[in-house]
Every structure is written in structure tokens, then in C-alpha cells.
């Protein structure tokens, strides 16, 4: 039987930092409303003030939800890299292996490295350790400090994060092998 090459990650955003964060957030909020409807009977004739922290609220439910449901999946075969942060990407991003100059994995920080292009070319982060914009390249992290470091050919470059770092590193030396056999 023929064995497959195929390297599989699928990571979440830590999530006990997830639910730590709305108990942080969400315990006051029965209190505040309280206090608001019930003991300052002005804020609770207020229907604007009333709206507005019913939407704030939501929002901010919303943002937990984000979190607790964002992942990073990562497919890597014979035919390339795919990987999609999910919910920001429904399907899967494909960068094919003539597309690749250099795979290789390495330690990088996601903060250092967004905030230097932001500065420089004014790059947009979203979410801290998520998905950083910039010129020249793209990074899609939900943890740690270890990532796939893809140098396209357009000199671009695309950081995957990894928690498998020694388990990807073996499998990039044997796709390799595999590879320049054909």
C-alpha cells in the first residue's frame, strides 16, 4: 500500500485565556443592568442609554464568541500548503510548491515583527497573536512563537504558526526526499 504524505494542524486560540476574559467581561453585566433599570430610574427611562448598552454588550459577546470558535487549520502534501484562519477564511488558501522558493521552520514574535511593519509601511494587525497585514509579508498565528516561514517566489513571505514545530521540520525533510525522487 502506497503511504501518503500529508501533514495535518488544526489550532485553537488558547481558550481558557478565552473564558477567563468574558467572566472578566460578562459577570458585571447583570449588576450594571441592574443598576441602571432598576436603581437609576432616569438611566432606565433613558431608551437611547438602554440601546446602547444592550448593542455594547452584544458586541462584546460577539468578540468572546470570535474568539472561542477562531482557529488555524494547515494541510501540507505533495502538491503544496493550505491553510485557512477560520472564521476570516471559509475555504482554504492554496500556495502551491512552484509558487515556494524556501519552506522552513523557524521562532519568530508576532508582536516585534507586526509592530515593525506597521511602522514602517503601516501594516494592520488584527487581534494580537492572529492575523498580521503587512507589505512583504503575511502572518497567521494563534499561538507560540514557532511558524512555517514560506519565501514565495514574488519575494513575498507567509508565516504559518505551528505547534508541531519538530513534527513539521521531519516532514519537510521527508516531502523533500520525496520530492526530488521524481
Same mark, same amino acid.
Given at each position: 500500500?502506497?503511504?501518503?504524505?500529508?501533514?495535518?494542524?488544526?489550532?485553537?486560540?488558547?481558550?481558557?485565556?478565552?473564558?477567563?476574559?468574558?467572566?472578566? !467581561?460578562?459577570?458585571?453585566?447583570?449588576?450594571?443592568?441592574? !443598576? !441602571? &433599570?432598576?436603581?437609576?430610574?432616569?438611566?432606565?427611562?433613558?431608551?437611547?442609554?438602554?440601546?446602547?448598552? #444592550?448593542?455594547?454588550?452584544?458586541?462584546?459577546?460577539?468578540?468572546?464568541?470570535?474568539?472561542?470558535?477562531?482557529?488555524?487549520?494547515? #494541510?501540507?502534501?505533495?502538491?503544496?500548503?493550505?491553510?485557512?484562519?477560520?472564521?476570516? +477564511?471559509?475555504?482554504?488558501?492554496?500556495?502551491?510548491?512552484?509558487?515556494?522558493?524556501?519552506?522552513?521552520? &523557524?521562532?519568530?514574535?508576532? @508582536?516585534?515583527?507586526?509592530? &515593525?511593519?506597521?511602522?514602517?509601511?503601516?501594516?494592520? &494587525? #488584527?487581534?494580537? +497573536?492572529?492575523? +498580521?497585514?503587512?507589505?512583504?509579508?503575511?502572518?497567521?498565528? @494563534?499561538?507560540?512563537?514557532?511558524?512555517?516561514?514560506?519565501?514565495?517566489?514574488? +519575494?513575498?513571505?507567509?508565516? !504559518?504558526?505551528?505547534?508541531?514545530?519538530?513534527?513539521?521540520?521531519?516532514?519537510?525533510?521527508?516531502?523533500?526526499?520525496?520530492?526530488?525522487?521524481?
Amino acid at each position: 500500500m502506497k503511504e501518503e504524505l500529508v501533514f495535518l494542524e488544526r489550532q485553537y486560540f488558547k481558550r481558557w485565556f478565552v473564558i477567563v476574559l468574558s467572566l472578566f !467581561i460578562f459577570l458585571p453585566v447583570p449588576v450594571i443592568f441592574y !443598576i !441602571i &433599570t432598576v436603581l437609576d430610574k432616569a438611566a432606565g427611562q433613558n431608551t437611547l442609554f438602554l440601546v446602547t448598552f #444592550i448593542v455594547v454588550t452584544l458586541l462584546m459577546l460577539l468578540m468572546a464568541v470570535l474568539l472561542f470558535i477562531m482557529r488555524l487549520d494547515t #494541510i501540507i502534501d505533495k502538491e503544496g500548503v493550505y491553510y485557512r484562519m477560520f472564521p476570516f +477564511h471559509w475555504r482554504f488558501k492554496t500556495i502551491l510548491w512552484d509558487d515556494i522558493m524556501e519552506a522552513e521552520v &523557524t521562532k519568530f514574535s508576532p @508582536l516585534r515583527r507586526s509592530v &515593525t511593519t506597521a511602522m514602517r509601511v503601516k501594516g494592520v &494587525t #488584527i487581534g494580537g +497573536h492572529g492575523m +498580521h497585514f503587512g507589505i512583504g509579508f503575511s502572518s497567521y498565528t @494563534l499561538s507560540g512563537n514557532k511558524a512555517l516561514l514560506l519565501s514565495l517566489t514574488n +519575494h513575498k513571505k507567509v508565516y !504559518i504558526g505551528t505547534q508541531k514545530a519538530e513534527e513539521l521540520s521531519e516532514f519537510l525533510v521527508k516531502l523533500d526526499a520525496k520530492r526530488k525522487q521524481k
